[in-house]
């Protein structure tokens, strides 16, 4: 009785939206923070820091938004340069492409900005680091 319980109460969590719902918003919350790890690291953020050694200490999700077939996610990097914090604000355009999110369009700034799907087309991005490199897939 009891296992048919486990059973039944296991199925319910895994068809419920509201867990997939959950654990979507996991996949692109962890998945926003390795990219934008990612790519300040590899660009060393030379734009934004001047050649300055940083240290990355948050990155914030801030929000997804759907225009037309994009996914456009946004959210913030908190470094330590030098002496101060700095925060840095970025927006990242996906499309998935053969049933995988891909990076299209990126663009980071240091001030707050509202993004726009037409304004974004203007960033187009070369794949350096992998929307998705670090999650790992359990379907």
């Given at each position: 009785?009891?296992?048919?319980?486990?059973?039944?109460?296991?199925?319910?969590?895994?068809?419920?939206?509201?867990?997939?719902?959950?654990?979507?918003?996991?996949?692109?919350?962890?998945s926003?923070?390795?990219f934008?790890?990612?790519?300040?690291?590899?660009?060393?953020?030379?734009?934004?820091?001047?050649?300055?050694?940083?240290?990355?200490?948050?990155?914030?999700?801030?929000?997804?938004?759907?225009?037309?077939d994009?996914?456009?996610?946004?959210?913030?990097?908190?470094?330590?340069?030098?002496?101060?914090?700095?925060?840095?604000?970025?927006?990242?355009?996906l499309?998935?492409?053969?049933?995988?999110?891909?990076?299209?369009?990126?663009?980071?700034?240091?001030?707050?900005?509202?993004?726009?799907?037409?304004?974004l087309?203007?960033?187009?991005?070369?794949?350096?680091c992998?929307?998705?490199?670090?999650?790992?897939?359990?379907?």
């Amino acid at each position: 009785m009891k296992i048919l319980l486990f059973i039944l109460i296991s199925g319910l969590c895994l068809f419920n939206p509201l867990y997939a719902d959950e654990f979507e918003f996991a996949r692109l919350e962890n998945s926003f923070k390795n990219f934008i790890k990612c790519e300040l690291t590899r660009t060393q953020a030379t734009n934004h820091f001047k050649g300055k050694t940083f240290t990355i200490t948050m990155i914030d999700f801030f929000d997804v938004q759907i225009e037309s077939d994009m996914e456009i996610v946004t959210g913030a990097a908190q470094c330590f340069v030098v002496d101060r914090h700095i925060t840095l604000y970025a927006a990242v355009g996906l499309k998935k492409i053969k049933d995988t999110k891909q990076v299209l369009y990126y663009t980071i700034r240091d001030r707050d900005f509202s993004i726009l799907a037409t304004e974004l087309l203007k960033y187009p991005y070369k794949e350096r680091c992998k929307w998705s490199q670090y999650w790992i897939d359990i379907d």
